[in-house]
């Protein structure tokens, strides 16, 4: 192993190289990685933009990339403890939680009370260096076994699954339920297959172009968001009465509007996009109807729930992995992924 690695570093918005940087070493608690691949995500691509400023990230430069997998080649102090070995398979989370607050003992680590504290918790590609590049530090709280019978590539695509199968269960998704599934990007549609694991009785897609195509090619019914009125035809796939859950997965005023208003009434909404600007609320039929908005922030736990359920092919990566490049050609990788045109859902990135 040589003393520099290949990584991207953002140097502000919408500017970045690949630099030979200084190769991290693992402190307490904390293990190095060969990372194998990475996937791009919204937020990445949100990120570089510069759309969150002063938050993600407090500030540049940064390596940004936060769904990973990789092999463990070097141990911090103390990691042993924690049963990892050098050579070990994993996936990589983006929460580095303090573990001792009181969400973190609850279990809700995504929420923790010490967000952006760094010797606390950090979050990996977000607001401290992630996995962009050839090694990468995580602590042993947010790495997990990786099965043999999952590849290096799926390896990089299981946390934003973990991630939808926490929105669907923040929908409370029970039996025989009709669940509409806003955006068919990466994890709309890993979301609907969630769905499906928990027991929906139809899925319903709501997006357009490529997207919904595949959304249709996976088995899910698909409504065209530029050709129909989503509302009108959720009710009447429903018979008029509405779904018993949306799962928002794009982040618009107008989708939250659309999920708002196809609701059965005592329906919820699980949200997990995030808007870029405001959105209004139609308080009067919330209230009325008793709908609830769920927020859905990464996951908590169902990193190892998530698993077996991609192993067995219940959660189905390879149907959303459409493109690959090297480390050298991230601005190339970037640009399909911002074009829709390309069909590109899951981008993975070989370092």
Request: aromatic residues 6%; contains cysteine; glycine residues 12%.
């Amino acid at each position: 192993m040589t003393d520099t690695m290949q990584a991207l570093v953002v140097l502000e918005p919408e500017r970045f190289e690949i630099q030979a940087v200084p190769i991290p070493e693992p402190g307490p608690m904390e293990v190095l990685c060969r990372v194998k691949a990475v996937s791009i995500c919204g937020t990445d691509s949100h990120l570089i933009a510069g759309d969150y400023p002063g938050f993600w990230p407090p500030d540049f430069p940064i390596i940004p990339g936060h769904e990973w997998s990789g092999e463990i080649v070097k141990l911090g102090p103390g990691a042993e403890k924690a049963g990892w070995q050098v050579g070990d398979r994993v996936a990589g989370t983006s929460h580095d939680a303090c573990g001792v607050c009181q969400q973190c003992v609850e279990g809700r680590y995504n929420l923790c009370e010490n967000y952006g504290v760094m010797d606390l918790h950090r979050q990996y590609g977000h607001n401290y260096q992630g996995a962009d590049a050839e090694y990468v530090v995580h602590g042993v709280k947010c790495i997990f076994p990786l099965p043999e019978a999952v590849s290096w590539e799926e390896g990089a695509v299981i946390d934003p699954a973990s991630l939808a199968l926490h929105c669907a269960r923040r929908g409370h998704i029970k039996p025989g339920d009709t669940v509409v599934v806003m955006g068919a990007g990466p994890v709309g549609l890993l979301g609907a297959d969630a769905s499906v694991a928990l027991g929906a009785g139809q899925v319903i897609v709501v997006g357009r172009g490529l997207r919904l195509q595949k959304a249709l090619e996976m088995g899910f019914i698909g409504i065209d968001s530029t050709a129909t009125d989503p509302v009108e035809a959720v009710r009447e796939l429903t018979a008029g009465r509405g779904a018993d859950v949306v799962l928002e997965a794009a982040g618009t005023p107008t989708t939250l509007r659309w999920a708002l208003s196809l609701l059965r009434k005592g329906g919820r909404i699980a949200a997990v996009g995030i808007p870029t600007e405001g959105v209004h609320i139609e308080m009067r039929d919330l209230v009325l109807y008793e709908l609830e908005i769920a927020g859905s922030r990464a996951s908590a736990g169902e990193m190892r729930r998530v698993m077996p359920l991609i192993a067995d092919g219940r959660i189905r990566l390879r149907e959303i992995m459409t493109h690959e490049f090297a480390l050298a050609d991230f601005g190339q990788a970037l640009a399909t992924f911002r074009d829709r045109s390309t069909g590109a859902i899951k981008i993975t990135i070989k370092p």
